[in-house]
């Protein structure tokens, strides 16, 4: 299911009629029409839930002074039995089988999160272990990997079952939790699930990773320990979504953006586990189904295996934590819950056909790796370096600081803004590549590299907190501008100088480098770029140039190009004479498309793409 240009769609689950309640208010009829409803609807894929407390209703028995006893169910002690053994309800086993059971049925495939204590803004937890650290106390380890372990194994067959998900966000499951306990508690989760069935893939379920080693809980952390990595990218959770309307250039690109950064920051497949627009005051009907489709095409286009919405059904009738406390979870499904499918059901439903025409997609064609410096905001930095190049023409490959830097023509370290940005050893590796041909094209504010004058052919002469923006003109008569922190100034030593500010002060140079050669910006706008309300859409500066330039003088050389910075292409070679390409329209307007294709090449470009919408072309070239 995670294959390499493959893409499925679905959803994430909850009973229509009982939410997170749906395992104690049983009801399997409602459940079989829900999971025939999706069906009916399109859906491919379901992630769905084990609540904890219902599975593992294990309780402390306490003696005289509050001496502990034993775990019982409630007043029963636990019988010497598989199920008894492992903490485990076989009444919700039975109600397990059944809805599997369905799932096959209807022909849906299931990722089933298992340890599931954190659900949309309320902790479950079994009364046993209520007040008690649930990454690290040991008790609660033990008993978690029994529950795993039994569960597991019992339902290791089933064909409907396509993969084992930790369970959802359990980073949040305790408070400040470190990078050696966070390593513990993922490798203890996915040890368990492996050790009963090494057959499935074992899924994250996380989200918020950080790329920097030691932090808390960390992209190589997740990728060491599981097999599919996964983001949650919503508009106002994640740094720097928030800033612009949902569906446009920023946010409809947060997924792909996202995943294809934990997909290559750890070498594993990564998917948008959980996507949505977080209901109807975020955005209307329209504008929701515009989201998801612009957002669906991009990870498409990206290689992202599939995306999963959140969630099946409304549950605004629910009178109960988290639903009675938390407004946005109420509204959130792709039907509502009388049945009725929204626009973000039809939608998702008309790209599964779309999907399943292509059959496998080619690989997308990266002209560049991006290496992420250590220090600053590593996520924002890393996103807006994407959508630079996106805007450019050109796709990247992320590389962290920590990774080994695969080969390429065309490197990319952008906002380097602290004293450590990698080790030493690391840039000399860098520079061993440039050496033997590549491009390396560095963006810096207030950052420190060294040696820096004899590899960029310039040397600073002073920096001071920037009294205001920077305008740098092109040829072309337009310009581009940013705030930058610091206005840093360089002498011009042996390097070229390809572009100058309107105070005349050289911004961008030029240096051979061995076989290769060197790129030097004088400031980071993809740092200032990060937060700037509508940064990346019509009418704002074209800072996207900045990386045109660097690309144009690195070679990059592409079969399409659009006049048009909304527009973005992906390249998928099938072979030498015969490419697919992805053209997107990232904007809500519909617009007109004028692609130049090079040389020998054909295919038939529409004229326009709607807005938020996108393409598939077959192009061809003469033998």
Same mark, same amino acid.
Request: aromatic content about 12%; charged content about 25%; glycine content about 8%.
């Given at each position: 299911m995670f294959e390499s240009g493959k893409f499925f769609v679905g959803c994430n689950y909850w009973a229509s009629h009982a939410g997170i309640y749906m395992w104690r208010d049983w009801n399997p009829e409602r459940v079989e029409k829900d999971l025939a409803e999706l069906e009916k609807n399109g859906v491919q894929v379901i992630r769905m839930f084990l609540t904890w407390p219902d599975f593992q209703p294990l309780q402390q028995m306490y003696g005289g002074a509050c001496s502990l006893q034993e775990l019982?169910?409630?007043?029963?002690?636990?019988?010497?039995? %598989?199920?008894?053994?492992?903490?485990?309800?076989?009444?919700?086993?039975?109600?397990?089988?059944?809805?599997?059971?369905?799932?096959?049925?209807?022909?849906l495939k299931l990722i089933?999160?298992?340890?599931?204590?954190?659900?949309?803004?309320?902790?479950?937890?079994?009364?046993?272990?209520?007040?008690?650290?649930?990454?690290?106390?040991?008790?609660?380890?033990?008993? $978690?990997?029994?529950?795993?372990?039994?569960?597991?194994?019992?339902?290791?067959?089933?064909?409907?079952?396509?993969?084992?998900?930790?369970?959802? %966000?359990?980073?949040?499951?305790? #408070?400040? !939790?470190s990078n050696a306990a966070a390593w513990n508690w993922v490798n203890a989760i996915a040890s368990a699930i492996r050790l009963e069935d090494p057959s499935r893939p074992v899924v994250s379920g996380m989200h918020g990773l950080q790329c920097q080693r030691d932090a808390g809980w960390t992209i190589a952390d997740q990728a060491e320990l599981t097999d599919i990595l996964t983001t949650h990218p919503y508009?106002?959770?994640?740094?720097?979504?928030?800033?612009?309307?949902?569906? !446009?250039?920023?946010?409809?690109?947060?997924?792909?953006?996202?995943?294809?950064?934990?997909?290559?920051?750890?070498?594993?497949?990564?998917?948008?586990?959980?996507?949505?627009?977080?209901?109807?005051?975020?955005?209307?009907?329209?504008?929701?189904?515009?989201?998801?489709?612009?957002?669906?095409?991009?990870?498409?286009?990206?290689?992202?295996?599939?995306?999963?919405?959140?969630?099946?059904?409304? $549950?605004?009738?629910?009178?109960?934590?988290?639903?009675?406390?938390?407004?946005? %979870?109420?509204?959130?499904?792709?039907?509502?819950?009388?049945? $009725?499918?929204?626009?973000?059901?039809?939608?998702?439903?008309?790209?599964?056909?779309? !999907? #399943?025409?292509?059959?496998?997609?080619?690989?997308?064609?990266?002209?560049?790796? !991006?290496?992420?410096?250590?220090?600053?905001?590593?996520?924002?930095?890393?996103?807006?370096?994407?959508?630079?190049?996106? $805007?450019?023409?050109?796709?990247?490959?992320?590389?962290?600081?920590?990774?080994?830097?695969?080969?390429?023509?065309?490197?990319?370290?952008?906002?380097i803004c602290d004293f450590s940005p990698f080790t030493a050893e690391k840039y000399q590796e860098i520079l061993a590549k440039v050496e033997k041909g590549a491009t390396l094209f560095v963006t810096l504010d207030g950052g420190v590299v060294q040696p820096f004058a004899q590899i960029f052919g310039v040397e600073a002469d002073y920096r001071e907190i920037a009294p205001g923006d920077v305008t740098i003109p092109f040829p072309d008569g337009t310009s581009v501008t940013w705030k930058p922190q610091y206005r840093s100034v360089f002498r011009n030593v042996s390097a070229d100088v390809i572009l100058s500010d309107t105070e005349g002060l050289p911004r961008m140079f030029r240096k051979d480098y061995g076989a290769g050669q060197v790129i030097f910006l004088a400031g980071a706008p993809e740092i200032a770029m990060a937060d700037q309300v509508r940064a990346f859409n019509d009418g704002a500066s074209p800072i996207w140039k900045l990386y045109a330039k660097a690309a144009e003088i690195a070679g990059v050389r592409r079969i399409v190009k659009t006049n048009d910075a909304q527009v973005t292409v992906t390249e998928h070679p099938v072979s030498d004479h015969e490419m697919l390409i992805i053209l997107v329209n990232n904007r809500p307007e519909m617009c007109k498309t004028a692609c130049t294709l090079a040389d020998g090449w054909t295919g038939d470009i529409p004229s326009t793409i709607n807005g938020n919408d996108g393409c598939i072309v077959r192009l061809t070239r003469n033998k």
């Open positions: 019982r169910h409630g007043d029963k002690t636990l019988p010497d039995t %598989e199920f008894g053994r492992a903490g485990i309800d076989p009444v919700m086993m039975d109600r397990f089988r059944f809805y599997a059971d369905c799932a096959q049925k209807h022909h089933v999160g298992l340890i599931t204590g954190w659900m949309s803004g309320r902790m479950l937890i079994p009364p046993a272990f209520e007040g008690r650290n649930l990454h690290t106390d040991p008790v609660v380890v033990r008993w $978690q990997v029994r529950f795993v372990r039994c569960f597991v194994r019992h339902f290791k067959d089933h064909p409907a079952i396509a993969a084992w998900n930790l369970g959802n %966000e359990c980073n949040c499951m305790a #408070e400040g !939790t508009p106002i959770f994640t740094p720097h979504s928030g800033v612009d309307r949902v569906n !446009t250039f920023r946010n409809v690109f947060h997924a792909a953006a996202e995943s294809r950064l934990y997909a290559d920051g750890g070498d594993r497949p990564c998917f948008p586990e959980e996507a949505g627009n977080l209901g109807p005051m975020m955005s209307g009907p329209e504008t929701a189904a515009a989201y998801l489709r612009n957002m669906l095409w991009n990870s498409y286009a990206h290689d992202c295996r599939g995306l999963l919405w959140w969630c099946a059904f409304d $549950q605004d009738h629910l009178k109960f934590p988290p639903y009675d406390w938390v407004a946005m %979870e109420r509204e959130l499904g792709l039907l509502d819950h009388d049945d $009725q499918p929204k626009l973000t059901m039809k939608t998702l439903a008309a790209f599964r056909k779309i !999907t #399943e025409e292509v059959g496998v997609l080619p690989h997308f064609r990266r002209d560049a790796v !991006t290496i992420l410096p250590n220090g600053g905001d590593i996520w924002g930095t890393a996103w807006a370096s994407f959508l630079l190049a996106k $805007q450019a023409g050109f796709d990247i490959r992320f590389c962290r600081a920590e990774q080994t830097v695969p080969d390429a023509k065309f490197y990319i370290i952008p906002g």
